[in-house]
């Protein structure tokens, strides 16, 4: 699909009055059940330890992801999400580079996330940013379909693995 949105001029902070417009990009992101309630959007955009990034297009939010960091220097990406009509026009691919920056600069070897086994954008999305998928989570969504989770080396060694922007 064509943008049809111009490729954000902006990655930011999240700030709290960003909290409806980035709820209502999750709703129309995943279908019900999957995308998240109110109250569970604010818990993970509230971890301490996590952080959000948001996309803005002529003062519009388009896009965003949530990040929280794990046990043993691992981040985890909780979800990204970009509008349909500013999809396949880098801007995930601009989320992500951003993400994965903070997350090295904050000692991080690595990152890892679970997505749906039939979500084939996404998983074509972090294969070509270096993703690789090391195991199944039996009915993870939905008590019906399998989650992959993918990781990807934040190391030096790792970081020439995938495009970065
Ligand atoms: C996955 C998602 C974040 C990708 O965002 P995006 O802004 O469209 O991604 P980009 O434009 O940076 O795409 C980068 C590359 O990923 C791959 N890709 C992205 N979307 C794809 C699709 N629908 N089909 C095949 N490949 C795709 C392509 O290789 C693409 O490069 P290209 O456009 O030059 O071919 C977006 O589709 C989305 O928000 N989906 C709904 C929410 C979701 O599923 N989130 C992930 C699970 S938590």
Redesign the pocket.
């Given at each position: 699909?064509l943008?049809a949105i111009a490729v954000p001029a902006l990655i930011r902070e999240y700030r709290p009055d960003d909290f409806e417009p980035l709820w209502r990009i999750d709703q129309a992101?995943?279908t019900r059940g999957i995308s998240y309630t109110r109250r569970e959007l604010a818990f993970y955009i509230g971890q301490k330890r996590g952080f959000t990034l948001v996309a803005q297009s002529d003062g519009t939010i388009v896009?965003f992801v949530v990040v929280d960091r794990g046990r043993q220097s691992q981040g985890h990406?909780?979800?990204?999400?970009?509008?349909?009509a500013?999809?396949?026009?880098?801007?995930?691919?601009?989320?992500?580079a951003a993400a994965e920056e903070r997350l090295r600069a904050l000692g991080c070897s690595g990152v890892f996330?679970?997505?749906?086994v039939d979500?084939?954008?996404?998983l074509?999305?972090?294969k070509?940013?270096g993703y690789a998928v090391v195991h199944t989570i039996p009915r993870y969504y939905l008590d019906s379909i399998d989650a992959l989770v993918l990781t990807k080396d934040l190391t030096p060694q790792g970081s020439d693995v995938g495009?970065e922007a």
């Open positions: 699909m943008a992101c995943f896009g990406v909780i979800t990204i999400d970009v509008l349909p500013a999809r396949r026009s880098g801007l995930g691919s601009r989320l992500m996330l679970e997505t749906a979500n084939a954008a996404a074509a999305f972090y070509r940013r495009p």
